[in-house]
């Protein structure tokens, strides 16, 4: 079974796997906080949006902050 985007993608701008879970999910929540705040409904999981943030270099581990997450 193969992943997109790749392990050692995601690795290259968050070199930790368990710190690019904490991202990742850091960031799905903040994607999801927006768009329920904007009354926008999302078509894309919001973490899906986050895994390609992070994979098209984006978001990194110093980007998502503690301060927007409950």
């Known amino acids: 079974m193969m992943l997109y985007p790749a ?9 930790n796997r368990y710190l690019l879970v904490n ?3 850091r960031r ?3 994607i999801a906080q927006e768009a ?4 926008e409904k ?11 943030e992070v994979a ?3 978001i990194t581990a110093s980007d998502v902050t ?3 997450v409950e």
């Open 7 to 15: 392990m050692n993608k995601l690795t290259a701008n968050v070199p």
């Open 23 to 25: 991202v990742v999910a």
């Open 28 to 30: 799905a929540r903040q």
């Open 36 to 39: 329920e705040d904007l009354g």
């Open 42 to 52: 999302i078509d894309v999981k919001p973490v899906t949006l986050a895994i390609k």
């Open 56 to 58: 098209e270099g984006r």
């Open 66 to 68: 503690i301060e927007n």
